[in-house]
C-alpha cells in the first residue's frame, strides 16, 4: 500500500472481503499474517471505499519488509490466539508485584509482536514512576537480555558508559568512546536514539557516520578500531527494549524500573562488564532531586551486581545545558569541537567528558584512583582522541562534517540583569518543535548559560529549522504563555 506505519504491522481488507465476514474480524483486530514460514502480528485496519479488490490484501511497509512479500504473493489471515500474559500487564495495573516467570512471559509476548501500542502502553503506565520492586527490576533487566542477542569479547574488561538524560546538549558519549579506545579500552557502545529529547547519541552520531550496524558490522568495526557508537536497534540486543522505547518516546514518559531494566540489559547485551553511569541533578532535569539521585544510583549498582556488571554511578550538575549545540548537528559540532581541542571548543562538555572518562579508566583499573581524568586529558590534548573518532567513523561506513539548518531565528533579552535559571524541558522541547531531531540540523546553539550577565537585545539563544514552517512553530510557542521565561533573568 506504500503506507509508512513506522514499526507497526498494518494489515487492509476490504468490509465486505469474504475473509472478514466469515471470520468476524473487526477494525483494529488483532491478527496473524502468514507467508510461507513467515507470520507476523498485525493491525487490521477496514477499507470501505473500494481502495482494494476483492481476494486482495494490503500491507504497511514494515508488514512487507518483515514477510518479505511482493504483489501476487498469496497471505494466509488467522486469529491471533489469546495472549495470556495480558493477565500479567493487568494485575500490574492494579498494584501487584510480577513474578520473574510473569515478567519473561510478558517480554517473550512483546519480542514476538504480539502486544499492540494499546497493550504497550498499558504495560509501560503500569510500571511507572517508582511501581517495580528492586526484585521486579532486575528481572525484567535478566529477561530483556534473555530475549535477544549477546555479543562476546574477547578480554576480561569491557568499558561502557550511559546517561540517564534530561539534560539538553549533554553529548559526552562520542567524545568519551574516542578516549577510552585511544587509551587502549574496548568500548562496543550501543546507544538509544532521542526518547523524550531533541537529539539521542544515536541521532547525533548518525550525523557524522552510519549507526544502524547489524551485529556482524559491529563486532567488525570493534575489531578493527576497539570500540563503535552504534543505535541498538539493528543489532537485535535487548530488542524488547526497542520496542518500549518507540512508546515510551510517543507518551513521554521514561519511567525509573524501566530505564534501569534498559539501560543495563543493553550494557550485559553488548558484552560489557564495567560501567559508569551519569545522573545529572537539577529542578528541571529528569532526576529533581540528590534524593532521586542516591535512590537511582543505589538501584544502578544493585540491578548491576545482579547481572553482572561492575557499575559506578557519578552525580552532576543538571540545572542547566551542557555544550552549546542542541539537535542532532549542533551537537555533533559541540563533540567535534572538543575531540579538535579548540580553544572556543564548549568547557563545560568538554570537562565533564573528562571527568566521565577519569572514572571510567579508574573504574577499568586503566588508571590510578585519583589519575583518570589526568589521563584523559593527555589523550585528548594529544590528538588521539580525534583521530580515533575519525577512525570509528571510518569504520562504520565514512565520516561526514555536520552541516547548517537554513532557516534560523536569534531571540534576544528583553531585560538587562543575570541569567539565574533555565527550565530544560521547555528549552528542550522548543528544539523539539523546531524539528529536532528528525530534522537533523534543526535545534538551537544556547549562549546564556546561568551566571551570564546580558544587556538588553543581547542575545539568549538561535532558534535552527530546516523549514520556515517548523521555525514558526517554534517561535508560536515561545511567544505564548508556556515559552516565556525559559531563561529567567534577574537584575
Not at 531494566?261 to 553488548?270: E, F, I, N
Request: aromatic share 4%; hydrophobic share 40%; net charge neutral.
Amino acid at each position: 500500500m506504500g503506507i509508512d506505519t513506522q514499526h507497526e504491522h498494518i494489515v487492509f481488507m476490504r468490509d465486505d472481503c469474504h475473509v472478514c465476514i466469515s471470520e468476524g474480524f473487526e477494525a483494529l483486530t488483532r491478527v496473524n499474517v502468514s507467508f510461507g514460514d513467515k507470520t507476523i502480528v498485525a493491525n487490521l485496519n477496514v477499507c470501505t471505499n473500494g481502495l482494494l479488490a476483492h481476494g486482495q490484501v494490503g500491507l504497511s511497509n514494515s508488514a512487507v519488509k518483515s514477510l518479505r512479500v511482493i504483489d501476487g504473493d498469496e497471505l494466509v489471515i488467522t486469529h491471533l490466539e489469546p495472549i495470556n500474559s495480558l493477565s500479567h500487564v493487568r494485575s500490574k495495573i492494579y498494584g501487584n508485584r510480577l513474578t520473574a516467570e510473569q515478567l519473561d512471559a510478558i517480554m517473550g509476548d512483546i519480542v514476538k509482536g504480539n502486544y499492540s501500542n494499546v497493550h504497550l502502553s498499558a504495560f509501560i503506565a503500569g510500571c511507572a514512576g517508582e511501581n517495580l520492586s528492586l526484585d521486579e527490576i532486575i528481572a525484567l533487566t535478566r529477561s530483556m537480555i534473555n530475549h535477544g542477542k549477546r555479543l562476546k569479547w574477547p578480554g576480561d574488561i569491557i568499558v561502557d558508559k550511559h546517561c540517564v538524560g534530561g539534560l539538553p546538549g549533554n553529548r559526552t558519549t562520542p567524545i568519551v568512546v574516542a578516549l577510552a579506545a585511544a587509551a587502549g579500552l574496548t568500548m562496543p557502545k550501543t546507544s538509544s536514539r532521542a526518547i523524550t529529547s531533541p537529539a539521542g547519541t544515536a541521532d547525533t552520531m548518525e550525523v557524522m557516520a552510519p549507526v544502524e550496524l547489524s551485529m556482524e558490522q559491529i563486532q567488525s568495526v570493534v575489531k578493527q578500531t576497539g570500540a563503535c557508537i552504534a543505535w541498538g536497534g539493528t543489532a537485535q540486543l535487548s530488542p524488547a527494549d526497542d520496542i518500549l522505547i518507540r512508546v515510551e518516546k510517543a507518551l513521554d514518559i521514561d519511567s525509573e524500573g524501566q530505564m534501569i531494566a534498559s539501560v543495563l540489559s543493553k550494557k550485559a547485551a553488548a558484552g560489557s562488564t564495567h560501567v559508569v553511569i551519569d545522573i545529572p541533578v537539577g529542578p528541571t532535569a529528569k532526576v529533581r532531586s540528590q534524593a532521586d539521585a542516591d535512590r537511582l544510583k543505589e538501584l544502578f549498582e544493585k540491578v548491576g551486581e545482579a547481572v553482572g556488571l561492575k557499575v559506578k554511578v557519578v552525580v552532576t550538575d543538571g540545572t542547566q545545558p551542557v555544550g552549546v549545540g542542541i539537535g542532532p548537528a549542533l551537537e555533533a559540532t559541540d563533540v567535534l569541537s572538543v575531540l579538535k581541542d579548540e580553544p572556543k571548543a564548549p568547557k563545560d562538555l568538554r570537562e565533564r567528558s573528562l571527568a566521565i572518562a577519569g572514572e571510567l579508566f579508574e573504574l577499568s583499573g586503566k588508571s590510578k584512583s585519583g589519575a583518570g581524568y589526568k589521563t584523559a586529558a593527555a589523550m585528548l590534548s594529544s590528538g588521539y582522541a580525534y583521530n580515533k573518532f575519525i577512525e570509528i567513523c571510518k569504520a562504520q561506513g565514512g565520516f561526514t562534517e555536520p552541516q547548517k539548518a537554513k532557516y534560523n531565528e536569534v531571540i534576544t533579552s528583553q531585560v538587562a540583569g543575570t541569567v539565574v535559571d533555565i527550565d530544560n524541558r521547555r528549552l528542550a522541547k522548543l528544539a523539539k518543535l523546531a524539528g529536532a531531531p528528525t530534522a537533523q540540523k534543526a535545534g538551537m546553539k544556547f549562549h546564556a548559560p546561568i551566571g551570564t550577565k546580558v544587556k538588553k537585545g543581547q542575545p539568549l539563544f538561535t532558534l535552527y529549522a530546516e523549514a520556515q514552517g517548523e521555525l514558526t512553530y517554534a517561535l508560536t510557542y515561545l511567544r505564548s504563555e508556556n515559552g516565556k521565561d525559559i531563561v529567567r533573568i534577574t537584575g
